[in-house]
């Protein structure tokens, strides 16, 4: 009866992570292939697809270990790329809370499509919360690990007839944030951040816009807390007028 | 590479440590048993709208609209997804067939 329900609860990750799915494999195989294009066969890609487990950070990797890169250049890279990650952590915190032993896994892999994910899906009822944010996380991880070794092992054997496949990443986040906007009216947060991140866009370039755009996010957030709880009581006390 | 083996796995711990450092941390200094303050639960709730709407952009970040063919793929794929999204708001579905559309859109039209 248990195996049964955990059967059936993996079932429901894998389809939640589906999209994950299209676009990790895509992502890591670019990834992979680069990889093994400075020298670094499939046993590195596994390694740092395992440890590491950091899209956009992997490919910026391959980079640094290519230019043998200094340890001190790669950690501030690294705290450059990643730093968004913070920010991911702290909504979690709650949502976290209690899961015991899975706890250092769901921190570790908490990538942006698995945070999204996990904003985002409800668990399934009677499911322990925690158990499926943790299938979440670890199928997400898998996809990843497969397809950049995939990428290093087959390397420029294969070539694309899938060209932009790894468009379902994006589309997810759309979707995702369409999702949200619909699912609320209070879209001060959401404006904030489509806002401050176009406008660092283009006032610091592709290149270093995100701690700027964190910071303007951070800021912004603080600043209309108290508008952004009114309206959110608002909207609270509407609905229970409603019923 | 050749000898430089040692210096790359070396490379690899620093990043990985500092990555997951990032995301640790948070549940270090804030986590603990105690409950958690008012501010940090505002931020946990409202935090993940802004971060999505960091990400799209983040995700359109390497689309150029001075130059040929200006992003329409992107901007056009991404509008359906988001259409199909309102109308029957099934994840799977919108973002399916919004990624088949772009795939068809740069390999055949753009």
Redo the contacts between chains.
């Keep these: 009866m248990k195996k049964q329900k955990y059967a059936i609860l993996l079932k429901t990750a894998f ?1 939640k992570t ?2 994950v799915m ?1 676009g990790y494999l895509v992502l890591g195989m670019g990834f992979g292939i680069l990889l093994q294009d ?3 066969g499939p046993l ?1 890609a596994f ?2 697809s395992v ?4 899209g956009s ?1 992997q490919y910026v ?1 391959v980079d ?2 290519a230019s ?2 200094s ?1 001190i250049s ?2 501030i ?3 450059m790329v ?16 209690g899961a015991g032993r899975k ?2 896994y769901l ?2 892999a ?1 990538t ?1 499509e698995t ?2 994910l996990i ?2 899906e409800k668990v399934p009822e009677g499911a322990n919360p925690h158990l499926f944010y943790f299938m979440i996380s670890l199928l997400d991880q898998c996809y990843w690990v497969i397809g950049s070794t995939l990428g290093a092992v087959l390397g420029s054997l294969i070539t694309f007839s ?4 790894d ?14 906007w ?1 699912s ?1 009216r ?1 879209h001060t ?10 406008a660092c ?1 283009i006032l610091f370039g ?1 290149d270093r ?2 701690i700027p ?2 910071l303007v ?1 951070l800021t ?2 603080c600043t209309l ?1 108290p508008h ?2 009114r309206n959110a009581a608002a909207e609270t006390e509407e609905q229970q007028d409603g019923r | ?1 050749a000898g ?1 083996a040692l ?2 796995i ?7 440590i ?3 450092l ?6 270090f200094l ?2 603990g048993k105690r409950k ?1 303050s008012p501010f ?5 709730k ?17 689309v150029s609209l001075t130059h040929a063919p200006f992003g329409a ?2 901007l056009l ?2 509008l359906l ?2 259409l199909l ?2 109308w029957k ?1 099934n ?2 579905l ?3 067939l ?2 088949v559309c ?2 068809l ?3 055949f039209v753009f």
């Design positions: 389809i589906l999209p299209a400075k020298g670094y590195w390694g740092m440890t590491m487990f950091a950070m990797a640094l270990l043998g890169a340890l790669a950690a890279m690294t705290l990643n730093a968004r990650h913070l920010f991911y952590g702290i909504s979690m915190i709650d949502r976290y809370k706890k250092p921190m570790f908490l942006d945070y999204s904003c985002s899938t060209a932009g496949v468009f379902a990443m994006t589309a997810l986040f759309v979707s995702i944030f369409t999702e949200q619909l609320t209070q947060p959401a404006l904030i951040g489509v806002l401050a991140t176009l866009l592709a816009f995100l755009a964190m996010i912004a957030l807390r952004i709880e | 590479m430089n210096h790359a070396l490379l690899i711990a620093v990043m990985a500092v990555t997951a990032l995301r640790c941390l948070p549940f804030f986590g958690t940090i639960a505002y931020l946990g409202y935090l993940p709208y802004a971060m999505m709407g960091m990400l799209l952009i983040y995700c359109y970040k390497g793929p992107e794929a991404g997804v988001v999204h309102i708001r994840s799977l919108s973002i399916g919004g990624t772009y795939m859109l740069i390999q």
